[in-house]
């Protein structure tokens, strides 16, 4: 059995609240990503997995020492990794003559590989090359993908999901306006992938609504698809399932139109309205003129007593 398998009993407080925080939850915390280099990266890789760590921060851990593991054909080391630093994503950069300048890019279920892709750097500008401001760390970016191909190709549609998966960082209950100052933009075109960050500028209008500008902010990165590893439908569907707490709890009796408006419908038993109790209010009560016109003449007025 391997040791990181084994049900551990905290002995301290410390080790209790570490346990207690890769106990499965309803509401998931944010996915980590690990970064590794492999035994023969080159200076390119290298900057990618660091400009990539400097993006993807305070979610991910970079592994700086070189490790010799071919993810395509062994997967234990990726596994093992992925228990220690409780990462569910993975990068990892590798260089060689037959594939050279080489990224595969994948998650993890179950501490198992799930989807793996490889993709291949024909282009690289990195942050330090464009000398623009930069967004802070932690920045949640938005996304956005151009290209048919990315709804058309079952591989493409599962790069779009896994990148995604990937950048998407923390979920937030709320937005301001001045919070979206960071875009990935991917175009997919001509069998090659795009990659490039934007920061959004937010400039004077005139009116409430500001002008948006796009300054390019690095890294910038093209990339063309090599080999995949895609998990199959039936663990692919396994993956997507939810919990029967997150599930929303159906409400009878309501109805919703085209417009979006809420019916609802209420059953009610079949009241008897002679039994119907009203408020006695001064505004409702007879005058005497017409007691009397009821009664059909005049009563007399008492007389005071001497």
């Known amino acids: 059995m391997d040791a990181l398998d084994r049900v551990v009993k905290p002995k301290t ?5 570490f346990l207690e925080k890769r106990e499965p939850k309803l509401n998931e915390n944010t996915k980590n990503a690990m970064l590794i280099k492999g035994g023969n990266a080159n200076l390119t890789v290298t900057e990618v997995l660091k400009d ?13 020492r070189k490790n010799v593991t071919r993810p395509f054909e062994d997967q234990t080391s990726l596994e093992f990794f992925s228990k220690k630093s409780d990462c569910s994503l993975f990068l990892f950069g590798s260089h060689n003559k037959k594939r050279p300048n080489n990224l595969i890019i994948g998650r993890m279920f179950d501490y198992h590989v799930l989807d793996m892709i490889e993709l291949g750097v ?31 190709n079952e591989e493409y549609r599962r790069l779009k999901s896994l990148l ?52 390019e902010m690095g890294p910038s990165l093209d990339l063309v698809m090599r080999r995949t590893h895609l998990a199959s439908d039936d663990l692919y569907k396994l993956s997507l399932k939810q919990p029967k707490g997150l599930k929303p709890k159906k ?40 007691k009397s016109a009821e009664d059909g003449g005049a009563t007399p007025k008492k007389s005071k007593s001497a």
Do not use: W
């Open 13 to 17: 407080k410390r080790a209790k609240r």
């Open 52 to 64: 990539i760590y400097a993006v993807k921060k305070p979610f991910a851990v970079l592994y700086k």
């Open 122 to 152: 024909e282009k690289f500008v990195s942050l330090k090359d464009i000398k623009n401001s930069k967004c802070p760390e932690g920045t949640k970016p938005m996304l956005i993908f151009a290209g048919d191909v990315f709804d058309v």
């Open 164 to 215: 995604i998966d990937f950048f998407r960082g923390p979920t937030v209950p709320s937005i301001r306006l001045a919070g979206l100052e960071y875009v990935l933009h991917f175009t997919a075109v001509d069998g090659k992938i795009y990659m490039r960050s934007y920061k959004v500028l937010l400039k004077k209008s005139g009116c409430k609504i500001p002008r948006i500008e796009l300054e």
């Open 251 to 290: 409400k009878k009796n309501i109805s919703h139109d085209v417009f979006g408006t809420t019916y609802g419908r209420i059953h009610m038993q079949k009241q008897d309205l002679s039994k119907l109790q009203t408020r006695k209010m001064k505004g409702l009560k007879k005058r005497p003129a017409e």
